[in-house]
């Protein structure tokens, strides 16, 4: 076994990192787009399409959006505050969304995560929309302690409408909350909210054929709504424009052959309307991009329906219970119901954000915040694809920009690794080798090295598996390996060509395994493997059946080096769910931003 300086013979040494003494501030990230030359409507549209989240996700949007008709257009978007579920709650309420779709098919429930409405939908310029959600703040703020907890709710069902309905004296004291925050955005944002003045409630399900009544009130009649909920309020907007139209998603991507005719992105959201399909043939529709505002026809079957909500953009979400809860979450809802305390994301300060250094960015994020109702931390898990050589992109210093760049983003957000495990591969150890260097946390946190976390042996090239380095090689090669570990599923347990059924319990039972075997002994795990690995490791870890393989193989095309994504165990329950990570993905060139609301978060 060659040493480590041989392993890397034409890799230039690291170059040490020039100590700087602060960070120069730039001002809020609509000076820094105005200080690259873009027009304050379009920053400001920018800013407001995308939630507000950072000045890259603004530039990327504008760009798409270069030849967009509407771009100019002053129209604004339009706002909605609505309580959503948390914690316990919000997973029964999901289980029954899933359950419910499954067993009967979609209905207008389906639509718009579970939620209570508490104004109708009104307009905000986008030059106000900061001080709206100021106006959210200051209002959640002064309800601190006086907001009521447990809601109790009572369930309703008729011929064609199952929800959980708020009991009316409590019913009034969230109305005085929604009438609190019609005051303070009308003071501040120039504003008219009006607060919802029918029955506040859930709805569960509606618009569905009368067969299904009995099987979707005996879904329904399995929520416990005694469990634990911390009540979020939360602010949206949608583009006001497709508000009555059809939301379709992109399955396949389409280079248009005519001129008449719109590209598709996979994951892209068409809006549709019924009213301008008479230009379209039989097979194809009219639409319009959400990602560049684009119109044209397009293949029907590149397309399936999209719930309404997956184009809303979060702007804020605050906690009544949890002073520390994120003002500004920013973001496209990608059709999930996470745990709301974790669906926020607390962003750097968009002013610390030098213009120059636009081209590649790793978001340091918040760290994991626990449970207000529990004082012991929750249980995590990172998955992580290995990273890449990407000379092309990087240069000759691509080991440093790339891997340690993932690590010092996990310190940054003073993230701590207790344990970690890796696939052999050897690309998967230098990757975990690496993040654990920008963590500093290398020669004191051991890698696992676990052939079960190896990919679907299906994908392999060749006759046999790879002769994998063993770890005491690799820790003569000065790599951070354990080399006294010893695998739950070792080497010789590995076929070729396994089936998709074989490698998926696989997956599984390794995961389930090494986190039984950590949880006496550390909270935080992080495994480092491939982009398979993303989705076979967590999904039956959160109580969901498999995917079929064709699925299963489209989610994994999704996921880019270094994609990450984590778990957390609810309670004691051995029920983890998806969390936002405490780091953004590393993003460049051809390496697209990931999503895992959007990727790994599929019905």
Same mark, same amino acid.
């Given at each position: 076994?060659?040493?480590?300086?041989?392993?890397?013979?034409?890799?230039?040494?690291r170059?040490?990192?020039?100590?700087?003494p602060?960070?120069?501030?730039?001002?809020?990230?609509?000076?820094?787009?105005?200080?690259?030359?873009?027009?304050?409507?379009?920053?400001?549209?920018?800013?407001?399409?995308?939630?507000?989240?950072?000045?890259?996700?603004?530039?990327?949007?504008?760009?798409?959006?270069?030849?967009?008709?509407?771009?100019?257009d002053?129209?604004?978007?339009?706002?909605?505050?609505?309580?959503?579920?948390?914690?316990?709650?919000?997973?029964?309420?999901?289980?029954?969304?899933?359950?419910?779709?499954?067993?009967?098919?979609?209905?207008?429930?389906?639509?718009i995560f579970?939620?209570?409405?508490?104004?109708?939908?009104?307009?905000?310029?986008?030059?106000?929309?900061?001080?709206?959600?100021?106006?959210?703040?200051?209002?959640?703020?002064q309800?601190?302690?006086?907001?009521?907890?447990?809601?109790p709710?009572?369930?309703?069902?008729?011929?064609?409408?199952?929800?959980?309905?708020?009991?009316?004296? *409590?019913?009034?004291?969230?109305?005085?909350?929604?009438?609190?925050f019609?005051?303070?955005?009308?003071?501040?944002?120039?504003?008219?909210?009006?607060?919802?003045?029918?029955?506040?409630?859930?709805?569960?399900?509606?618009?569905?054929?009368?067969?299904?009544?009995?099987?979707?009130?005996?879904?329904?009649?399995?929520?416990?709504?005694?469990?634990?909920?911390?009540?979020?309020?939360?602010?949206?907007?949608?583009?006001?424009?497709?508000?009555?139209?059809?939301?379709?998603?992109?399955?396949?991507?389409?280079?248009?052959?005519?001129?008449?005719?719109?590209?598709?992105?996979?994951?892209?959201f068409?809006?549709?309307?019924?009213?301008?399909?008479?230009?379209?043939?039989?097979?194809?529709?009219?639409g319009?991009?959400?990602?560049?505002?684009?119109?044209?026809?397009?293949?029907? /079957?590149?397309?399936?329906?999209?719930?309404?909500?997956?184009?809303?953009v979060?702007?804020?979400?605050?906690?009544?219970? /949890?002073?520390?809860?994120?003002?500004?979450?920013?973001?496209?809802?990608?059709?999930?119901?996470?745990?709301?305390?974790?669906?926020?994301?607390?962003?750097?300060?968009?002013?610390?954000?030098?213009?120059?250094?636009?081209?590649?960015?790793?978001?340091?994020m918040?760290?994991?915040?626990?449970?207000s109702?529990?004082?012991?931390?929750?249980?995590?898990?990172?998955v992580?694809?290995?990273?890449?050589?990407?000379?092309?992109?990087?240069?000759?210093?691509?080991?440093?920009?790339?891997?340690?760049?993932?690590?010092?983003?996990?310190?940054?957000?003073?993230?701590?690794?207790?344990?970690?495990?890796?696939?052999?591969?050897?690309?998967?150890?230098?990757?975990?080798?690496?993040?654990?260097?920008?963590l500093q946390?290398?020669?004191?946190?051991?890698?696992?090295?676990?052939?079960?976390?190896?990919?679907?042996?299906?994908?392999v090239?060749?006759?046999s598996?790879?002769?994998?380095?063993?770890?005491?090689?690799l820790?003569?090669?000065?790599?951070?390996?354990?080399?006294?570990?010893?695998p739950?599923?070792p080497?010789?347990?590995?076929t070729?060509?396994?089936?998709?059924?074989?490698?998926?319990?696989?997956?599984f039972?390794?995961?389930r395994?090494?986190?039984?075997?950590?949880?006496?002994?550390?909270?935080?795990?992080?495994?480092?493997?491939?982009?398979?690995?993303?989705?076979?490791?967590?999904r039956?870890?959160q109580?969901l059946?498999?995917?079929?393989s064709?699925?299963?193989?489209?989610?994994?095309?999704?996921?880019?080096?270094?994609?990450?994504?984590?778990?957390?165990?609810?309670?004691?329950?051995? *029920?983890?769910?998806?969390?936002?990570?405490?780091?953004?993905?590393?993003?460049?060139?051809?390496?697209?931003?990931?999503?895992?609301?959007?990727?790994?978060?599929?019905?």
């Open positions: 076994m060659a040493a480590k300086d041989e392993l890397y013979a034409k890799v230039t040494p170059r040490q990192r020039q100590s700087r602060g960070t120069v501030k730039h001002g809020s990230s609509l000076d820094v787009l105005l200080s690259m030359g873009f027009p304050k409507t379009r920053a400001l549209k920018a800013l407001v399409s995308t939630g507000g989240r950072n000045v890259q996700t603004a530039c990327d949007w504008l760009f798409s959006h270069v030849d967009d008709p509407f771009l100019d002053p129209l604004p978007r339009e706002y909605v505050l609505y309580l959503r579920p948390s914690g316990p709650l919000l997973h029964q309420l999901s289980h029954f969304w899933q359950q419910s779709r499954a067993m009967c098919g979609k209905n207008k429930a389906h639509n579970p939620h209570i409405t508490l104004c109708q939908f009104f307009m905000c310029a986008d030059a106000k929309v900061e001080a709206l959600c100021e106006s959210l703040q200051t209002v959640v703020g309800w601190r302690g006086r907001f009521p907890s447990p809601l709710l009572e369930l309703y069902t008729s011929s064609n409408f199952i929800g959980l309905f708020v009991e009316e004296k *409590v019913a009034d004291v969230l109305k005085s909350f929604a009438a609190d019609s005051t303070e955005a009308a003071a501040k944002a120039e504003v008219h909210v009006e607060p919802h003045k029918k029955q506040l409630h859930v709805t569960l399900a509606y618009h569905f054929p009368t067969n299904h009544l009995s099987s979707l009130e005996k879904l329904a009649r399995g929520v416990d709504v005694s469990l634990g909920c911390d009540w979020l309020a939360v602010l949206f907007s949608r583009d006001i424009r497709f508000a009555n139209h059809e939301t379709l998603r992109v399955m396949y991507p389409y280079a248009p052959q005519n001129e008449d005719e719109l590209e598709l992105a996979p994951n892209d068409i809006f549709m309307s019924s009213m301008e399909q008479g230009s379209a043939s039989e097979g194809w529709v009219y319009t991009s959400m990602s560049t505002g684009l119109s044209g026809l397009l293949p029907e /079957n590149y397309v399936s329906r999209a719930d309404e909500c997956d184009t809303w979060l702007h804020a979400s605050h906690s009544f219970l /949890n002073c520390t809860s994120p003002t500004n979450s920013g973001g496209a809802m990608g059709g999930s119901f996470l745990d709301g305390q974790l669906d926020g994301r607390l962003l750097d300060d968009p002013g610390l954000m030098d213009p120059a250094s636009l081209n590649v960015i790793c978001h340091p918040q760290m994991l915040r626990t449970n109702q529990s004082l012991l931390p929750k249980r995590a898990l990172f992580c694809r290995h990273g890449e050589r990407m000379d092309v992109v990087f240069g000759k210093h691509w080991i440093t920009q790339c891997f340690d760049a993932k690590g010092e983003a996990l310190f940054d957000s003073h993230t701590v690794i207790d344990f970690v495990y890796c696939s052999p591969s050897l690309r998967c150890v230098q990757t975990a080798h690496n993040i654990l260097r920008g946390q290398d020669g004191k946190t051991k890698i696992r090295v676990e052939p079960g976390l190896f990919e679907w042996t299906k994908w090239s060749g006759t598996l790879p002769a994998w380095i063993p770890p005491t090689e820790a003569a090669a000065n790599f951070s390996v354990d080399t006294t570990y010893r739950h599923i080497i010789s347990k590995l070729m060509s396994e089936s998709y059924d074989t490698y998926i319990s696989r997956s039972q390794v995961t395994e090494i986190l039984t075997e950590c949880k006496s002994l550390g909270n935080t795990v992080l495994i480092v493997a491939h982009a398979s690995s993303l989705e076979a490791c967590t039956q870890m109580g059946s498999p995917q079929n064709k699925d299963f193989v489209q989610v994994v095309r999704k996921i880019p080096y270094l994609g990450f994504c984590a778990c957390e165990e609810m309670g004691e329950t051995g *029920v983890w769910q998806l969390v936002d990570p405490p780091i953004l993905p590393l993003t460049h060139g051809p390496n697209h931003s990931f999503n895992w609301r959007e990727t790994l978060l599929q019905d």
